[in-house]
């Protein structure tokens, strides 16, 4: 049996302990971030996406490549929907790797 992509994101933010820092990288208009209730959840994107009052949906705005956080920084990182749209995927996932753990 498939899972959908929430099924998938809401069995994920529960395995992370309570207070884990999440990283969504790419994350647009923020549609997981009620999965990472129990997280300290923070969001990048390339352009500044706004919430009704008109204030940014993200922590930080980058490239995906270069994300503005120390290594090691998160907890647990997430790109939905991502890889498909950078020119250097490999180069996207090993920026990944450097700023989860």
Do not use: M
Not at 6 to 35: H, K, M, S, W
Request: net charge negative.
């Amino acid at each position: 049996e498939a899972f959908s992509n929430e099924e998938f994101v809401r069995g994920v933010g529960q395995t992370l302990n309570p207070g884990a820092v999440v990283l969504d990288i790419g994350a647009g208009d923020c549609p997981y971030e009620a999965f990472f209730a129990s997280s300290r959840y923070f969001s990048t994107d390339w352009a500044d996406a706004r919430d009704v009052a008109g204030r940014s949906k993200h922590e930080f705005l980058s490239s995906v490549d270069r994300l503005p956080v120390r290594s090691e920084w998160a907890d647990a990182v997430t790109a939905f929907q991502v890889l498909d749209h950078t020119a250097e995927p490999e180069d996207v996932l090993k920026e990944i790797k450097e700023n989860g753990h």
